[in-house]
């Protein structure tokens, strides 16, 4: 089945205030790396991540957690700051509570089915700029997302995107390789211009934020991406 992210030129085409995550607070700890605990399996998987926690709050949309031995808790659909401790967390969920802790640099996306979900973050322009990307995103996930895709242990967003099935009029765009767990891409066409950044944020899920400029109305929309299979 075809994942529709990259179609959002054509459906915006076809149905022809801003929301952007708040700053986080400046913080002492602002700049330690993220720990990641992975725990929609049998046990937790606990990583560096390569964000900083500051880095991490503004991805995810939120302020800095108080406390800043916080983690970002990942569990089944759910994705944010823990409330519980890891030790908690993993004998929760069947485990021994222990999690050794892996460097975020050694994760590689798995290969498998992939889904996702897209939610509009943004809109400015004319009046009638809001209902259209209202419509488009519905568009979007009301049509099937799922992609079976072979990573060959690289965060490669021209494999995800050839595995989606693109049709012609979608969206084909360019990708930069920034470092091991960031691509960012541009595109466009038909009077539209686009930009992706995407963000891996486990082996198990990533998030692709995309900013599409065209017919007057300039849209920030987020791609929710995780494996189901």
Known sequence: MKYPGFGIIAAILLVLGTGFPRPAPAQADAGKKAMVADCSGKECRCRLSDLTLN???????????????SFVMIHGDEIGWSKVSIR??????????TCDLEL???WSP????WDGTTVLRGVSGA?????????????MNSKGRKARVAWKGAFDLNAFQAATKPD?????PKWTQVDRHT??????????????KARLLTPR?????????????????????????
């Open 127 to 139: 009046a009638e700029c809001r209902q259209i990307g209202a419509m488009v995103v519905t568009m």
């Open 104 to 106: 975020f640099e050694d």
């Open 205 to 229: 899920r990533f998030l692709i934020d995309t900013r599409i400029s065209g017919e007057g109305c300039v849209f920030s929309l987020r791609h929710d991406v995780r494996k189901v299979d």
């Open 168 to 172: 012609l009029e979608d969206d084909h």
């Open 183 to 196: 691509v960012t891409g541009a595109g466009g066409g038909a009077g539209m211009v686009t930009s992706y």
């Open 110 to 113: 798995e290969d498998g089915t």
């Open 88 to 97: 908690d967390a993993e004998i929760a969920i069947g485990g021994d509570g």
């Open 55 to 69: 880095d991490m709050a503004i991805l995810l949309g939120t302020d800095l957690p108080a406390d800043p031995e």
